[in-house]
């Protein structure tokens, strides 16, 4: 990975500065915190839509921006080194960065919207993070898969969101969990609850909106370890804990989060063993955990709740670890496949430490935070009230193969023999990218051997928050005594030691089961490729090309359009009242018609647009007859220049192709026909009505004593109306301009 | 008053002329740029007027209302001529860089300044016929500009664009007549009120379809716009820009005026139309864009699908949706343009218009891909860039009218415009180029770089400035909005006071 020699300089510097000062910050918050609960600051932004930037700092937001500064911190040292001299790390630093503020503008904004703005701002920055191997297209494809997936359930939790906040009648958080009761018995809460999961478990990767998880690992590993386990898929899970005071207790969450979380640990665990990459098996051990933590805050039990709090922290640390440690590794040695690594712990032995302590953690072993997490999850599961013996089973399932994979990730790459040349000699790496693990695993333990450390600081207030501070956490402890959760313990160390014994065997059968089964990941090309398919069949549908075409449905939905509204509105014209007919009348109606056939049944060109030169020349008869001569001679003027005009156009124009033609159209003579009755009609219709006279009036009596012009329709045109006029010199001027540089640019490219 | 209601009109066509004159020289580009610059300032100017007091009106020719032309500007049209000055004066200095001698010789800069003199006329005129005169200037002018290099697919397309336009024109025409013979006035404030005593109300609402046809296709709605996407991909990348930016919004501009001002006595029946006109045009809009590959195909596309939720924000015709539809069209037009002119630049350094046979930009020319995200996850409709809120206002209005449907439906196509907008991202930019080739800005002269970014970069600042304080812009629409649902404050400045 690393390229050249040269540091990254600023780039490298600045991300590692504003991370490390924004933990001291929050860090520096906790007493606060602890004290009053929750702080709340409010800043205005769109006041009109009632958005604004206001904040909130309590337990589970501090947690929340401990983690993402903290494990930040230690990210953007790592990526210092572990990217060193990359061309692109100016860009990378400062989406790393820009993900990481918005993370936090997300798990501190008090206004939905505000959250909703950060939130997108994750998908956005992850959206470049995961293609930032965009030359490949495999990158290109994981980046895509992410956006869509996750931008898909965020424009349902968009919706939802403002359901949420219509509900309440405020959009923000501090009104909207008092609100509770309300917004669960409001007639949209069903809607309100269904958006928002659709936006918590595409953005948490649950089960079936997973598949884009696994994928994402296209990223650089620091990547990874910090937006897609750490911190971004948590997002959802922040949510469902957010709005958990407001939205939680009704069956219809309960179900949802529990057999969503349920069903995603269980599977996840399963397809985690079932990997050889280090990395995607990572990968799905976050998946394992996102069930968790959503199948917890499906329940109410202070218990479930206590869980949730701590093993959202066990998780961070090991996890985010056990990543930067696959990152050494595959940084070290070139490969992060299971069955070629070995024997690493003589040319590693930090890492490996290192690693030791996370998966130990990982795997729930005492004196770890991990243990006293699992502890705390059978309590949780056991307090479920429906169904405890479901949700003990799938929690004691999942952590029995995380307790496998833990083995097979952070134990046997170290310490079993090596077996295969590795691709590149193992080394030690830089101690930049050995601060992160380190730390994290240091804390693992640290936080289990003294859990108040957590309890006062951050659990008990984060537990309050979740619960809306109707609850106590309970307590963390080592020993609890010989209880249910104890021996659930033990059962879980057997099962899962057993299951690392005969993981190989286990992992083949697992690949041919998956194999066999439903693949959504698979299922997303042949999705894009409908989407494709019924675009382009739309597309040649619509916009075929043809002008015949679209002129066609254009006068029909004219047609269709007036003839409806007729028909809608019963506008219907009584038979107009016929005066004396005279021959002369019926000559020129006679003439209209035959130019109209002409135009319309004639193959040559030239000679429908000489009908159409008669049907104008009867229409200037029909002025003349009714005594108006001076518009008559224009219609004469005007039919002549465009019948000699179009004539000439057309002559020039060879390349209007006749393709696809026939002379015989009935389709159009039938839709020209009616087109030409409907609007016929409407016109009798209107002639109904009075004319007002207001306009014609003034004109006739200003023309002469106001305008000094004894013809009132020159009076008109220069004067009463003269902007018309000189808009259409304008248009006569500029159509002779556009002729000129048509005639200039097609001159001699006749063929 | 009413120089500053003349001016915006009268600055283009000056312009015009000049720049005519001067079309042999080098001078005939910077007089288009000094005489965008100047329709800036008068913008601002009316502008500020509107702003302070109110709807304002004057009588051309000094002959009262209804009998003369008045020119009226209310805070929507105002707005409309600012950002037509912001898009010109852009578009005008892009044009430096991007048009050759030959169409400057065959008239490009005059061309350019009548079509914005029409659209101009267009957002201020107060009378029907007038606004078709305006009409007919922007179509003979926007004819003129698409054909000027004179290749076959640009003819093909012009009279694609021409025909189907005129249809339009002689429907808009009709329809005057109709009106006319029904309420013996052109005048539009006049109208508002003469149409309260039309009889058969029933005939009103027939002539008002007629309408809502002729400016439909000027907007481009389904099933109406095939002259867009046949069209906008061939000429110049100035012309196509000024087009996407600016051509369609004067018929949604119309359609807003015509169906809120006038025809507002039916809107059970004309605006559930417009509803399911607003649904079908949003889809098809962004299928259509997704079955493309070619850069500015797959960008027409999006401003059929875009016109869409302008016309939603019409249909639901809350004060809610018209405050969206005011704030979509002006982030609209800024986005819209702005994507155009980086598609030239980016035709010029990659050698294509087919994504898929170009790219390398991201790695080469990482100024671009800035540019051009910013303009394209607006036009998505990301947060926090000025289409989200667009959308947002648009999707709250829907959602509290209870269309739940429709709110759906608009956020559905919100994810499909990300697809598309992605795909020319993941194409052009990240992929590395087919031919091996390194793009960079560099391989277009000084003297062209720089006037098309500053151009790009304007826009992009002004859609960044627009997310992130969104605050004026929404107050300011909501005052507009208001106007439009309360016109007595616009009959009233056009007819005097009542009494």
């Known amino acids: 990975m690393a390229g050249g020699r040269r540091g990254n300089g600023l780039a490298g510097v600045l991300p590692i500065a504003i991370s490390a000062a924004l933990f001291l910050y929050f860090l520096a918050m906790i007493p606060d915190v602890a004290a009053s609960g929750a702080l709340v600051i409010h800043w205005q932004w769109v006041p009109s839509l009632d958005i604004a930037l206001s904040w909130r700092l309590d337990g589970l937001s501090l947690t929340f921006a401990l983690l993402i500064s903290g494990i930040g911190t230690l990210v953007m ?260 496949e299971a069955e070629v690594l070995g024997g690493l712990a003589r040319a590693m032995p930090i890492t490996a430490a290192a690693a030791a302590l996370s998966a130990l953690s990982m795997a729930g072993f005492p004196p770890f935070l991990g243990f006293i997490g699992k502890e705390l999850k059978y309590a949780g599961a056991l307090a479920v009230a429906s169904e405890p013996m479901f949700v003990a089973g799938a929690v004691l399932l999942s952590n029995a193969l995380m307790l496998a994979v833990a083995g097979v990730v952070a134990f046997r790459p170290f310490w079993r023999r090596n077996e295969q040349p590795l691709p ?56 609890a005594g010989v209880n249910m959760p104890l021996i659930l313990s033990i059962a879980t160390f057997v099962l899962g030691l057993l299951l690392y014994a005969v993981h190989r065997p286990l992992r083949r059968g697992l690949q041919a089961f998956f194999a066999r089964m439903i693949s959504l990941d698979g299922r997303w090309d042949g999705f894009l490729d409908a989407v494709k398919g019924l675009s382009a069949w739309q597309t040649r549908t619509i916009q075929n090309g043809r002008l015949q075409s679209y002129l066609t449905i254009t006068f029909a939905v004219v047609l269709v359009t007036l003839g409806g509204t007729m028909l809608a509105r019963q506008v219907w014209p009584a038979a107009p009242e016929v005066g004396e007919v005279r021959w002369s009348h019926i000559a020129i109606v006679l003439l209209i018609i035959g130019g109209t056939l002409l135009a319309a049944f004639t193959r040559s060109r030239i000679t429908a647009v000489a009908g159409l030169g008669v049907v104008g020349i009867g229409v200037a008869m029909v002025f003349i007859v009714f005594g108006a001569p001076d518009v008559a001679i224009t219609q004469l003027l005007v039919e002549t220049l465009v019948v000699v005009l179009v004539a000439v156009a ?102 | 008053m009413s120089w500053i209601l003349a001016l915006p009109i009268a600055v283009p066509f000056a312009t ?135 290749k076959p697919e640009q003819i093909d397309g012009g009279i694609k664009y021409v025909t189907l336009n005129l249809v339009s024109t002689i429907l808009f025409l009709s329809g005057i007549g109709l009106l006319y013979g029904m309420t013996g006035t052109l005048n539009m404030a006049d109208l ?23 400016f439909g296709v000027k907007a481009a709605v389904f099933p ?38 006038i025809f507002d006595h039916d809107t059970g029946f004309t605006h559930t139309i417009l509803l399911w006109v607003a649904a079908f045009t949003m889809v098809t809009g962004v299928l259509g864009a997704a079955a493309q590959s070619d850069f500015r195909k797959i960008l027409s596309f999006h401003i059929v699908s875009q016109i869409g939720y302008m016309i939603l924000g019409l249909a639901l015709y809350t004060p809610m949706a018209l405050v969206g539809a005011v704030f979509y069209l002006v982030h609209h037009i800024v986005v819209k343009a702005n994507l155009f002119l980086i598609a030239g630049v980016s035709q010029r350094i990659t050698g294509g218009s087919d994504v898929y046979r170009i790219g390398g930009l991201y790695k080469s020319a990482p100024l671009l891909a800035v540019l051009f995200i910013i303009p394209a996850f607006s036009l998505a409709g990301f947060p926090p860039l000025s289409g989200f809120w667009a959308k947002y206002i648009i999707v709250k209005a829907a959602l509290e009218a209870q269309g739940w449907l429709i709110a759906g439906i608009a956020l559905a196509v919100g994810l499909m415009t990300i697809y598309s907008m992605t795909k020319i991202w993941a194409e052009a930019f990240w992929k590395a180029h087919p031919d091996g080739r390194q793009p960079r800005l560099t391989d277009m002269p000084q003297a062209h770089r720089r006037p098309m970014l500053l151009a790009i970069g304007g826009l992009a600042t002004l859609t960044v400035i627009i997310g992130l304080v969104p605050e004026p812009f929404v107050q300011f629409a909501e005052r507009a909005a208001a106007q439009l649902l309360d016109p007595a404050a616009y009959v009233a400045a056009v007819l005097g006071d009542p009494g």
């Not at chain 1, 390349?655 to 026939?662: A, P, T």
């Not at chain 2, 957002?123 to 029907?128: E, H, N, S, V």
Request: hydrophobic share 55%.
């Open chain 1, 424 to 479: 590149r000699a193992p080394h030690e790496a830089p101690w930049p990218m050995l601060a992160g693990p380190v730390i994290l695993a240091i804390l693992g333990a640290l936080f289990g051997l003294w859990p108040d450390l957590l309890q006062t600081t951050l659990v008990d207030r984060t537990v309050q928050a979740v619960t809306g501070g109707d609850l106590e956490a309970k307590e963390l402890k080592l020993w």
């Open chain 1, 650 to 751: 057309m002559l020039r124009l060879p390349f209007l192709d006749r393709k696809g033609e026939s002379d015989w159209r009935p389709g159009h003579l039938l839709l020209g026909t009616a087109l030409g009755a409907t609007v016929t009609a409407i016109l009798l219709a209107v002639l109904e009505t009075p004319l007002d006279r207001r306009l014609t009036d003034f004109f006739e009596t200003a023309s002469w004593p106001e305008a000094f012009g004894r013809n009132v329709v020159n009076v008109i045109l220069v004067d009463f109306r003269a902007l018309d006029t000189f808009g259409e010199i304008a248009v006569v001027v500029i159509a002779a301009l556009a002729a000129y540089a048509l005639l200039r640019t097609t001159a001699g490219r006749r063929p």
């Open chain 1, 77 to 336: 040292l790592y990526s210092n080194s572990y990217l060193r001299g990359h061309p692109q790390y100016a860009r990378f630093a400062l989406f790393l960065t820009s993900f990481m503020l918005a993370m936090l503008g997300l798990v501190l904004s008090d206004n939905l919207i505000a959250l909703f703005v950060f939130w997108e701002l994750t998908t956005i920055t992850s959206y470049l993070l995961i293609g930032f191997g965009h030359e490949t297209p495999k990158g290109r494809r994981s980046a895509l898969q992410a956006l869509f997936v996750t931008g898909a359930g965020a424009l349902a939790m968009l919706a939802g969101l403002i359901l949420l906040g219509r509900a309440a009648g405020s959009f923000e958080l501090s009104d909207i969990l008092r609100m509770g009761p309300e917004i669960r018995a409001h007639e949209h809460y069903t809607a309100i609850l269904i958006l928002v999961l659709a936006g918590a478990f595409t953005k948490s990767a649950q089960v079936p909106f997973h598949f884009w998880l696994p994928n994402a690992m296209a990223a650089p590993t620091p990547v990874s370890a910090f937006l897609h386990s750490a911190t971004m898929v948590k997002a959802g899970v922040y949510l469902m804990a957010r709005l958990h005071p407001t939205l939680s207790g009704t069956d219809a969450w309960l179900w949802s989060l529990t057999i969503a979380g349920a069903v995603t640990a269980v599977y996840a665990s399963f397809k985690a063993l079932s990997q050889t990459d280090l990395k995607q098996a990572l990968a799905y051990t976050t998946l394992m955990a996102l069930g968790t933590l959503t199948l917890f805050l499906g329940q109410q039990s202070g218990y479930a709740i206590t869980a949730f709090a701590t093993f959202l922290i066990v998780h961070s640390l090991y996890k985010a670890a056990l990543f930067l440690v696959v990152g050494c590794i595959d940084h070290a040695t070139g490969t992060r």
């Open chain 2, 16 to 150: 015009a002329v000049l720049a005519f004159l001067a079309r042999h020289s080098a001078a005939g580009r910077w007089l288009s740029v000094a005489g965008n610059a100047a329709l800036l300032v008068a913008a601002v100017l009316l502008m500020g007027t509107v702003w302070n007091e109110g709807v304002i009106a004057a009588q051309m020719g000094g002959w009262p209302a209804p009998f003369g032309i008045t020119l009226v500007a209310d805070l929507l049209s105002g707005v409309m001529v600012l950002i037509t000055a912001i898009t010109g004066l852009a578009v005008s200095v892009y044009a430096l860089g991007d048009i050759n001698e030959r169409k400057e010789y065959l008239g490009y800069h005059a061309l350019f300044n009548v079509l914005i003199a029409g659209v101009c006329g267009a957002f201020l005129t107060g009378d029907l016929f007038n606004l078709y005169v305006w009409f007919e200037v922007m179509l003979i002018a926007s004819f003129g500009l698409l054909i000027l290099g004179g």
């Open chain 2, 192 to 214: 508002a009120q003469a149409v309260d005593g039309v009889e058969n109300q029933g005939l009103l609402t027939v002539v008002a379809m007629t309408f809502m046809i002729a």
């Open chain 2, 224 to 261: 109406l716009f095939f002259w867009l996407p046949a069209a906008y991909h061939t000429p110049a990348f100035s012309v196509s820009a000024v087009f996407a930016g600016l051509l369609t919004k004067v018929g949604v501009y119309a359609l807003i005026r015509m169906f809120t001002l």
